[in-house]
């Protein structure tokens, strides 16, 4: 499979560039993305804030970046990502943030250079709608949260 390029710019805020996102095993799904903060970023139990990376990206047209908690901070500490995953749309320029969330029981401080998330680059599927009178039967039917293979709630 062919790598998807993706440009990159780094936001300047005066400190040395934090390394690139990049992959830390070669079957990786996801690159850690760094918090570019300068001043710590004290997040107590329940709290929530906005973290700058310090990039900003420009995805190819067909594909997005998905931003994800990542699964050894959670564990740790019960800090994830609020709004996870986040979609960084193909066509959006701004500073990437991530959107972290304290779900533990202790205050947890954001430095400079902690792995905070990572992202995803992965191909987008264009859908368009057809409206229609009914829909064909399955076995789940209308079965939402906790119904998987009940059966229950047909129309």
Do not use: C, K
């Not at 139990?45 to 990039?55: A, D």
């Not at 859908?127 to 998987?148: K, N, P």
């Amino acid at each position: 499979m062919l790598p998807v390029v993706v440009a990159v710019q780094r936001i300047r805020r005066g400190n040395e560039p934090l390394p690139l996102p990049e992959y830390q095993t070669p079957d990786a799904a996801g690159m850690d993305l760094m918090a570019d903060n300068v001043e710590p970023l004290l997040l107590r139990p329940g709290e929530r804030v906005r973290v700058p990376t310090g990039l900003r990206v420009e995805i190819p047209s067909g594909y997005e970046g998905q931003i994800r908690p990542r699964s050894g901070l959670a564990a740790r500490h019960g800090v994830t990502l609020l709004n996870a995953p986040g979609t960084v749309d193909a066509d959006y320029r701004g500073e990437i943030d991530v959107l972290l969330v304290n779900l533990g029981t202790e205050d947890y401080t954001v430095r400079r250079g902690d792995r905070i998330g990572q992202m995803i680059i992965a191909p987008v599927a264009r859908a368009t709608w057809r409206e229609v009178d009914g829909l064909t039967d399955s076995e789940r039917w209308t079965g939402g949260f906790g119904h998987t293979g009940r059966g229950e709630n047909r129309e």
